[in-house]
């Protein structure tokens, strides 16, 4: 990758709906040189693929809660099943594998508190292999970004 496809990737995370002549005038290539760029980097897997953002709160899934979960063990049929369960839940956003205490941190989104104890209670509890799961409410946003930071 050179400065220009770093240019690209910035712009696109910017406004992933910039048209193809947009860009290129943006970053100073001709259209085809950009489409070609942007398809390669595509090709390459450095592009994954375009999103809409949508405001979560105005969705109507306003809460945030961040769970440390610890498995009773580490068998490979334990994790494994663990993280198949975990794909399932539409209202987790993100699941790490993290070092520490816990084994996962996972960001969840739900409508209020009832449904995050309802999640809890018939679905995370029930998953074989959870041994404790400890949770923080997020209560505001600081920060939340959606762009990689510049690229040294």
Avoid: W
């Avoid at 696109?12 to 760029?37: E, F, T, V, Y």
């Avoid at 949508?54 to 009773?72: A, N």
């Avoid at 209670?121 to 292999?129: N, V």
């Amino acid at each position: 990758m050179d400065r220009i496809d770093f240019q690209i990737i910035a712009e696109l995370q910017r406004n992933g709906r910039l048209s193809n002549q947009a860009l290129s005038d943006k970053i100073g290539l001709s259209p085809s040189s950009c489409l070609k760029r942007m398809r390669d980097l595509e090709k390459e897997g450095l592009i994954t693929g375009y999103t809409a953002l949508i405001d979560q709160k105005k969705f109507g899934l306003p809460v945030t809660v961040f769970l440390r979960i610890r498995l009773d063990d580490h068998a490979e049929e334990t994790v494994a099943g663990f993280e198949r369960e975990i794909e399932r839940l539409d209202e987790v956003q993100d699941c790490f594998l993290i070092t520490g205490d816990a084994d996962y941190q996972l960001r969840v989104i739900v409508r209020d508190l009832d449904d995050y104890e309802l999640l809890v209670r018939r679905r995370l509890q029930r998953i074989k292999g959870v041994a404790s799961i400890d949770s923080s409410v997020a209560f505001g946003t600081v920060k939340r970004a959606h762009t990689y930071p510049r690229h040294r």
